[in-house]
């Protein structure tokens, strides 16, 4: 089962809480509705076969949503060095989470062998 740090779920909740469809968002909130348990210093756990692909695919565009905005920022308002390397900082870590919920998508597609 898939265990987020409390800071990855709270990302991920904020933005899927920022989409305007109700029917994606519940793909999200049934999941950790039936899956409330975080990962924590004590806990190891990271495999990722019980997030479903509907659940991680909306995470994933939400997540999307937050770092296209951050990006515009970026590129359209003066920042200072620190607000930069902040959003920079941001936009580093949505990524890790991104890449953690395409291995949830990659892990529930059936695989050919030969």
Do not use: C, F, M
């Given at each position: 089962m898939q265990l987020f740090t409390p800071?990855?779920?709270?990302?991920i909740d904020g933005a899927v809480a920022q989409l305007t469809d109700?029917?994606?968002?519940?793909?999200?909130?049934?999941?950790v509705a039936a899956h409330p348990e975080?990962?924590?210093?004590?806990?190891?756990?990271?495999?990722?076969?019980?997030?479903?692909?509907?659940?991680?695919?909306?995470?994933?565009?939400?997540?999307e949503n937050v770092a296209s905005d951050l990006k515009h920022k970026l590129c359209t308002e003066e920042l200072s060095e620190d607000d930069y390397s902040d959003i920079e900082n941001s936009l580093?870590?949505?990524?890790?989470?991104?890449?953690?919920?395409?291995?949830?998508m990659e892990a529930e597609r059936?695989?050919?062998v030969a």
């Open positions: 800071k990855a779920r709270r990302l109700d029917h994606l968002r519940t793909h999200w909130t049934a999941w975080i990962r924590t210093s004590q806990s190891n756990q990271h495999d990722v076969g019980d997030l479903p692909r509907n659940a991680a695919a909306v995470a994933l565009a939400a997540l580093a870590y949505i990524g890790t989470v991104e890449n953690v919920l395409l291995g949830a059936p695989r050919l």
